[in-house]
Nanobody, 122 residues
Framework: VQLQASGGGRVQAGGSLRLSCEAS????????MGWFRQASGKEREFVAT????????YYADSVNGRFTISRDNAKRMVWLQMRDLEPEDTGVYYC????????????????WGQGTLVTVSS
């Protein structure tokens, strides 16, 4: 099982980034896919999730309206489009897979990627 996240980088406040996550080694279409982030010295927190079909998406209040999660099951990919970035969005972003569901609960996710660093400067 592998979740390879990429697309992180340094951007100024108000800018945009698109994170990608490529999945392999498991039945991707059977899993909800989520993005979480962890700022230095803080716990990992939920950002966004999408159901296995892509039909339902859920966001943390802090990113709702600025971030968009999407997936393509044929390509085994999930993306996180981030706009209007703020310094508070800085952190390591992780993609993760949850069997059957798509929730905001970190403990429900069974597979995790290695993370990609996003730094937003003011």
């Amino acid at each position: 099982v592998q979740l390879q996240a990429s697309g992180g980088g340094r951007v100024q406040a108000g800018g945009s980034l698109r994170l990608s996550c490529e999945a392999s080694g498991f039945a991707f279409g059977d899993y909800g896919m989520g993005w979480f982030r962890q700022a230095s010295g803080k716990e990992r927190e939920f950002v966004a999730t999408v159901t296995w079909s892509g039909s339902s998406k859920y966001y943390a209040d802090s990113v709702n309206g600025r971030f968009t999660i999407s997936r393509d099951n044929a390509k085994r990919m999930v993306w996180l489009q981030m706009r209007d970035l703020e310094p508070e969005d800085t952190g390591v972003y992780y993609c993760a897979a949850e069997k059957g569901l798509a929730t905001k609960y970190r403990e429900n996710y069974v597979y995790w990627g290695q993370g990609t660093l996003v730094t937003v400067s003011s």
